[in-house]
T-cell receptor, first 115, second 112 residues
Framework: NAGVTQTPKFRILKIGQSMTLQCTQDMNHNYMYWYRQDPGMGLKLIYYSVGAGITDKGEVPNGYNVSRSTTEDFPLRLELAAPSQTSVYFC??????????????FGPGTRLTVT | GEDVEQSLFLSVREGDSSVINCTYTDSSSTYLYWYKQEPGAGLQLLTYIFSNMDMKQDQRLTVLLNKKDKHLSLRIADTQTGDSAIYFCAETGDTGRRALTFGSGTRLQVQP
């Protein structure tokens, strides 16, 4: 198992550019998440998905979009990059049931700089 | 809304015990977690505790939960230089999204 993989590892964008951060998991997890981590801070939830075809907003969704067409993939789209989106982005997945949330497995992160 | 708070920094000498503290506000928290983040890396789950427990021990790690005061602590016995990292407290409530609410992290520095 590769676990949770993210691409790219690093990216520099100009203001107004667009990009997609890729996330794939091979553990057949139903739940997937996108978090951002600003310097010196904890992680904030951007979007999450409880299964293929179902997505919902987290705490800081503005400026982002997601889709979940398969169980494995959960890409995060930035349409018009802004300096405030400079951050490290982490994708995570878990197998959650009515019995409990399940352990969240994190990808290695994508470091994004918008200038 | 939910809030999780931690002190920013802790420095200990190698071989001593480290105690990292966390407070949370969500009384419906069901699971509480400790994650470790090394420089430039992702998050590694160290341990977690269910809200109906008050203590959990796992080798050098001891988690104490005071549910009345909404206080969680992580004790690392015989701290090593390899334990130097940022430690995040996180919680999840009994909501459908199962997402984690994180503290800002405590940077642990272990001096030889």
């Amino acid at each position: 198992n590769a676990g949770v993989t993210q691409t790219p590892k690093f990216r520099i964008l100009k203001i107004g550019q667009s990009m997609t951060l890729q996330c794939t998991q091979d553990m057949n997890h139903n739940y997937m998440y996108w978090y951002r981590q600003d310097p010196g801070m904890g992680l904030k939830l951007i979007y999450y998905s409880v299964g293929a075809g179902i997505t919902d907003k987290g705490e800081v969704p503005n400026g982002y979009n997601v889709s979940r067409s398969t169980t494995e993939d959960f890409p995060l789209r930035l349409e018009l990059a802004a300096p405030s989106q400079t951050s490290v982005y982490f994708c995570a997945s878990s197998y959650s049931t009515a019995g409990g949330p399940g352990e969240q497995y994190f990808g290695p992160g994508t470091r994004l700089t918008v200038t | 809304g939910e809030d999780v708070e931690q002190s920013l920094f802790l420095s200990v000498r190698e071989g001593d015990s480290s105690v990292i503290n966390c407070t949370y506000t969500d009384s419906s928290s069901t699971y509480l977690y400790w994650y470790k983040q090394e420089p430039g890396a992702g998050l590694q789950l160290l341990t977690y505790i269910f809200s109906n427990m008050d203590m959990k021990q796992d080798q050098r790690l001891t988690v104490l939960l005071n549910k009345k005061d909404k206080h969680l602590s992580l004790r690392i016995a015989d701290t090593q230089t390899g334990d130097s990292a940022i430690y995040f407290c996180a919680e999840t409530g009994d909501t459908g999204r199962r997402a984690l609410t994180f503290g800002s992290g405590t940077r642990l520095q272990v001096q030889p």
